[in-house]
């Protein structure tokens, strides 16, 4: 079984420009969460998927983060103008069913940099 | 303020030392996890624990509810136990529908000395 691929491993890109992370979790796993690590801090909630819909927003920092999940398979995380606070790794993570002991899978992670 | 508190923050220790790392959290939790990330690479889940004990290999995951902590033991300890260990839990609201996001603590950079 593949595990949770995401796409780029590494961004570089200049404040003010876009880019869009993408996410493929497990095949068959309902629930997508992203998270991130900005440099120096503890890894964050950033947002839920429950198939195509957003069980949880919670913990996006502003609108300039947009993500989606069309067809509830792989997801996409866009930051429209990106900033340098963005820069960070990205952390897309999978899980089964919603049930509160399950186990989530992550992926290898987005290093963003934002010059 | 629901929050993870690991300790230590750093640990450099000899090859075959005895190792531990604590986890403390601050309100009621349904799951805790101990994850591993080695330089460079990705994150890979060790443990979830919601009661007692859990073991792998060299890896022992205690956990005591009423406490609120949790700690990740590692004998006979190796260089290529050298990674950043991190603590994650969910914790217990009084409507969990939903509610599967993780709260991470800051992580523990262990670095094992052949």
């Known amino acids: 079984e593949a595990g949770v691929t995401q796409f780029p491993s590494h961004s570089v890109i200049e404040k003010g420009q876009t880019v869009t992370l993408r996410c493929d979790p497990i095949?068959?796993?309902?629930?997508l969460y992203w998270y991130r690590r900005v440099m120096g801090k503890e890894i964050k909630f950033l947002l839920h998927f429950v198939k195509e819909s957003k069980q949880d927003e919670s913990g996006m920092p502003n609108n300039r983060f947009l993500a989606e999940r069309t067809g509830g398979t792989y997801s996409t995380l866009k930051v429209q103008p990106a900033e340098l606070e963005d820069s960070g790794v990205y952390f897309c993570?999978?899980?089964?069913?919603?049930?509160?002991?399950?186990?989530?899978?992550f992926g290898p992670g987005t290093r963003l940099t934002v010059t | 303020k629901n929050e993870v508190e690991q300790s230590p923050q750093n640990l450099t220790a000899q090859e075959g030392e005895f190792i531990t790392i604590n986890c403390s959290y601050s309100v009621g939790i349904s799951a805790l996890h101990w994850l591993q990330q080695h330089p460079g690479g990705g994150i890979v889940s060790l443990f979830m624990l919601s009661s007692g004990k859990k073991k792998h290999g060299r890896l022992i995951a205690t956990i005591n509810i009423q406490e609120k902590h949790s700690s990740l033991h590692i004998t006979a300890s190796h260089p290529r136990d050298s990674a950043v260990y991190i603590c994650?839990?969910?914790?217990?609201?009084?409507?969990?529908?939903?509610?599967?996001?993780?709260?991470f603590g800051t992580g523990t950079r262990l670095t094992i000395i052949p």
């Open positions: 095949s068959g796993h309902d629930n």
């Open positions: 993570a999978s899980s089964k069913e919603l049930d509160r002991g399950r186990e989530q899978y």
């Open positions: 994650a839990v969910r914790f217990l609201f009084i409507s969990n529908f939903g509610n599967e996001k993780l709260t």
